[in-house]
């Protein structure tokens, strides 16, 4: 693994030739979820099957919670103690039509650090996704850009500032789109990332969903759907 600043983010880089990123493989961007450390996604690098030579691409979000307990960070802040009073008392929060403050700046973020790996990394092929709070900002960046992209993996995400994010699906039709979710997700009901799901379809995007019984994780399920679907839309 090697430690670098990209487009003004730090980014541990494995895979590719030498395991830290080297050669000219496909790129895959993953970002992590609220209250992670930046490492958290980077043991993904090696249980995934992907192509040969793909580098992984994991950055750190630039927010540090110091909430006492390791380097927890974020793309953007979250009142999680209001979260944990609707989550203790029953109330699925319907989020779809909420535009978190912080989303903006967090998209720009990965824009320019997207800018830097085609300049830097020379990625003629490039996956961009994440986990949670990751997935989110995924989503978003996918649907505010035109950058070339082969596929859109969100894992256990939802569906955020719909009346933004709808009106821009449809440019990105036929783009391939790998989702997944937990049926007993505590933290983001999956009814919400369901109806991100029907709104990518109903747009023309390509959305390969997994579902599984579980929680606010990646099972092993999961993992090996993902690496079915990055050796197809890496293939060529």
Known sequence: MKLEQLGGLTVRLTGGTDGRG??????????HGWGAPGDDLVPLGHEIDSPRGTRYVFP??????????????????????????????????????????????ARSKVIALLDELERRLGAKQMVLGGFSQGAMLACDVTLHTGKPLAGLVMLSGTLLAADEWTPLMPKRKGLKVFQS????????????????????????????????????????????????????????
């Not at 080297?22 to 970002?31: H, K, R, Y």
């Not at 989020?95 to 903006?104: M, Q, Y």
């Open 22 to 31: 080297s050669g000219d493989g496909p790129v895959v961007v993953l970002l």
């Open 60 to 105: 750190e979000a630039p927010l540090s919670l110091q909430m006492g307990f390791g380097d927890s960070r974020a793309w953007w802040m979250l009142d999680l103690e209001k979260r944990q009073r609707e989550i203790a008392a029953g109330r699925a929060r319907d989020l779809s039509r909420k535009v978190p403050e912080g989303l903006a700046e």
């Open 181 to 236: 979710h937990g049926s007993m997700d505590p933290l983001l009901p999956s009814f919400m990332a369901e109806s991100l799901r029907d709104l990518l379809k109903q747009a023309g995007l390509s959305v390969e969903w997994v579902g599984f019984r579980g929680g606010h994780e990646i099972p092993g399920v999961v993992l090996e759907k993902l690496s079915g679907f990055l050796r197809a839309v890496l293939a060529h």
